[in-house]
């Protein structure tokens, strides 16, 4: 990915505010780019109502994708800009998600963007089922955004992980870097690099190692050589990998960070003393579920997430 010229807008249908499309703007300072306004709608009541003749609920459908249609226009007169194309559309989907997917493989966007809410009760973003579905298929990167402005001082966080073996195997690291090297470049932001190492998994795998005698099978034997010195070579190697890892997209030493401790604490205070807007994270899908960590954080980072598929990844569902 070498820039952003596409991308599609998610509009949501119930809010006055449009953060994604606000945002989606921002990459229209250095180049002329394409915004296609996407509203997928599905309103249960209207399809259980017993008043309505199929012909009438037809209708009815019509008439309502109509008035938002006049919304995506009202939307592109309010924010008029040389440099922006604008493409509309209007589609009654259910579930919204596959509405959205069925667009994203029509329009080939280069990037999605789309809004979500903090939770009325607790200090967090509400990830709704159709985010949740997005971030799992969408092949393409997907940025959820907050209702929240990027400053001059704002920064693209890449957080990536050169000792996970699908990183290698698909060139995801890479990915995630490459991507997040073609936003800040649009955006004319910082770029950095982020991987947590958490010595609590090392210390159980050696004690498991040492105790199982498969010590000397697994390490170079060293009699001398104990766990606080095989934690210290481990610490290097990943020190090294990592590197290596960013050398092509963040080659500067003071744009790459190693943090160590449990990534659900530190990772947060991390983005926060980078002053991160975005935090460029790879996510997988197996079995169901997203990466581990992906799934952990998703909802507790207080800033933008944008989210990148490994290297030849086809969507479980459409």
């Not at 983005?271 to 990466?291: P, S």
Request: aromatic residues 8%; contains cysteine.
């Amino acid at each position: 990915m070498q820039t952003i010229k596409k991308i599609l807008v998610d509009i949501d249908p119930d809010k006055e505010e449009q953060p994604a499309l606000n945002k989606a703007l921002l990459f229209a300072k250095k180049q002329p780019i394409t915004i296609k306004l996407l509203s997928c709608l599905y309103y249960p009541s209207v399809m259980a109502s017993n008043l309505l003749t199929p012909k009438q609920l037809e209708n009815t459908q019509a008439e309502i994708l109509k008035m938002h249609l006049g919304r995506l226009n009202n939307l592109i007169s309010q924010h008029p800009q040389n440099n922006v194309t604008y493409e509309t559309e209007v589609m009654w989907k259910s579930p919204i998600y596959q509405g959205i997917l069925k667009v994203v493989e029509s329009f080939k966007p280069d990037l999605v963007i789309k809004a979500t809410h903090p939770h009325k009760t607790i200090a967090r973003r509400l990830f709704t089922p159709t985010d949740w579905y997005l971030l799992k298929a969408c092949p393409v990167p997907i940025l959820f955004v907050r209702n929240t402005e990027w400053t001059q001082n704002t920064t693209v966080v890449a957080a990536i992980d050169p000792e996970h073996n699908l990183s290698a195997e698909s060139e995801l690291d890479k990915n995630i870097l490459e991507t997040g090297f073609a936003i800040s470049s649009d955006l004319d932001m910082t770029l950095q690099a982020l991987h947590c190492f958490d010595p609590s998994y090392w210390d159980i795998l050696l004690e498991a190692v040492d105790k199982s005698g498969m010590w000397a099978d697994v390490f170079s034997y060293d009699e001398h050589q104990n766990e606080s010195m095989v934690l210290e070579k481990l610490r290097y190697q990943h020190n090294v990998k990592f590197a290596k890892e960013c050398s092509e997209y963040v080659p500067n030493s003071e744009h790459q960070h190693i943090i160590s401790g449990d990534i659900d604490d530190i990772l947060p205070k991390t983005l926060e003393q980078l002053n991160a807007g975005i935090l460029v994270i790879g996510t997988t899908y197996r079995t169901g579920l997203l990466g581990s960590t992906a799934q952990r954080l998703i909802e507790t980072v207080d800033c933008d997430l944008l989210a990148v598929k490994p290297k030849g990844f086809e969507p479980p569902f459409h």
